[in-house]
């Protein structure tokens, strides 16, 4: 036998004592401890039936068993309070959880317009219509920061309903982004373009307007809401909509501006991400009818709620333009003890995504992992145990294949099996980036909510 050959052998034999055959999803919620405050559920691709399925389940059980109230997710602030509204049943004219995801119409629809959305939008409307009135609904909300032209709108129809007279001056303030149909165009412009010469005063409008909101009147708009009858949440959200403004007008300029290979836009984002989660722990807290902390579950990527100081471009600050994340900023800013990160990861099977962005979805046949890469080396030892799939505690585990640097694929909307290597694999330390490795041998493709077919 080979040195190699040797090597992959002691690595199968480590590996094997490491794993757990997945027969149900209590056995993956019972890695989380009671005190834990943030459980993070990632996917190694945005197109997978079967981790949809699994976080989906996980997030039920946690809801029922945890008392974990609220679900943040990879996508637009806008979209998702319409949804929320639904599920918390406060005054949506929606009757259904399809219509609840209307506001869902840009690219790539397929990561939540799905079946297995809409049935989870469904079953949380239902759980939160049993609950007791001195009990808090449960609320799913977006995370992300692409939306802000939809902010802008949103924020607006807010102010009209609480402070008119500052609803006009907004109105006025921002009417110059009516000539943008999309964010892109905006971004272009404001780097590129004509708007380039207001760059620096728009960026202080935004921080105004954010502030104002946020220090001078976010009291008022709270009394303003109990008047009204409006649910107090409205107010917080119009201040999330102005967090959204600002930091994707700074996510767009860096977009356009950064070099190849720059982290930059892709910090704004997370850093976006983390401190939504800070500021919603608080806020929802203080209009909490129980006044208790909030357990929250966050849906996101791998390469967004994996701990990236484990891996090759991660780093504790940016003066080297490395890469921060969500999983590290949560384990950093609330402690470990308190985070539970969850990596979901395949060998080979089919998987939703397009081509390129902003183009139909369609089902692609998911390469074979490459051959050092941490996914083939779980597909080994699952034929050799004859598991479809299993998960591994890391907390519990022994052996350096879990600190060794390794590839490990990531897929996002755009999948380009033609150049896998450099376009889908990075190099990390698998047992530190996750708290629990959750491995399906052979996935499926995830299926668009509005097709039913296949877009080719």
Request: proline residues 2%; aromatic residues 10%; charged residues 30%.
């Amino acid at each position: 036998m080979s040195i190699v050959e040797e090597k992959a052998k002691s690595i199968l034999i480590n590996l094997e004592s490491s794993i757990t055959n997945l027969d149900s999803i209590e056995q993956l919620v019972d890695t989380i401890p009671d005190d834990v405050r943030f459980v993070l559920l990632g996917e190694s691709t945005h197109g997978t039936h079967e981790f949809y399925k699994i976080r989906s389940d996980m997030t039920k059980l946690l809801i029922k068993k945890r008392n974990f109230k609220t679900i943040l997710v990879e996508g637009d602030w806008p979209c998702f309070y319409k949804i929320n509204k639904y599920i918390t049943s406060e005054k949506s004219s929606d009757n259904t959880a399809i219509e609840a995801m209307d506001g869902i119409k840009k690219y790539p629809l397929w990561m939540w317009r799905n079946n297995i959305i809409s049935e989870l939008i469904e079953w949380l409307q239902d759980f939160n219509l049993k609950l007791h009135k001195d009990q808090d609904s449960i609320r799913m909300l977006g995370l992300d920061c692409y939306s802000l032209i939809q902010s802008k709108k949103w924020l607006i129809a807010f102010l009209k309903l609480v402070d008119k007279d500052y609803a006009k001056v907004i109105k006025q303030k921002l009417s110059f982004l009516k000539y943008y149909k999309n964010e892109n165009e905006y971004g272009k412009d404001i780097t590129q373009g004509e708007l380039r010469q207001h760059a620096n005063d728009i960026q202080q409008l935004y921080q105004k307007i954010l502030s104002e909101i946020q220090w001078d009147k976010m009291d008022t708009y709270l009394k303003r809401c109990d008047e009204l009858g409006i649910d107090k949440f409205a107010a917080i959200s119009a201040e999330q909509c102005c967090e959204v403004i600002v930091n994707a007008d700074e996510y767009y300029r860096k977009l356009y501006l950064e070099p190849p290979g720059s982290n930059a836009s892709w910090n704004t984002r997370d850093q976006h991400m983390t401190m939504t989660i800070m500021r919603l722990q608080d806020q929802l807290q203080k209009i909490s009818k129980t006044k208790k902390e909030q357990k929250i579950i966050v849906w996101a990527h791998n390469s967004h709620v994996k701990d990236a100081m484990a891996t090759s471009g991660g780093s504790q600050s940016f003066d080297e333009n490395n890469a921060w994340n969500l999983g590290q900023m949560v384990r950093s800013m609330f402690g470990k003890d308190k985070v539970k990160i969850f990596g979901f990861h395949t060998y080979t099977g089919t998987v939703t995504a397009s081509s390129k962005w902003n183009e139909p979805c369609k089902k692609f046949e998911l390469k074979k992992a490459i051959n050092e890469s941490c996914e083939n080396y779980f597909h080994k030892v699952a034929v050799l145990n004859n598991m479809k799939q299993f998960f591994i505690n890391t907390n519990k585990i022994k052996g350096n294949f879990f600190t060794t640097p390794r590839m490990q694929r990531y897929v996002g909307v755009n999948y380009r099996p033609d150049n896998e290597l450099r376009s889908h694999y990075e190099k990390g330390k698998i047992g530190e980036q996750y708290d629990v490795i959750v491995f399906v041998d052979e996935t499926t493709a995830l299926k668009e909510l509005d097709t039913g077919i296949w877009k080719r």
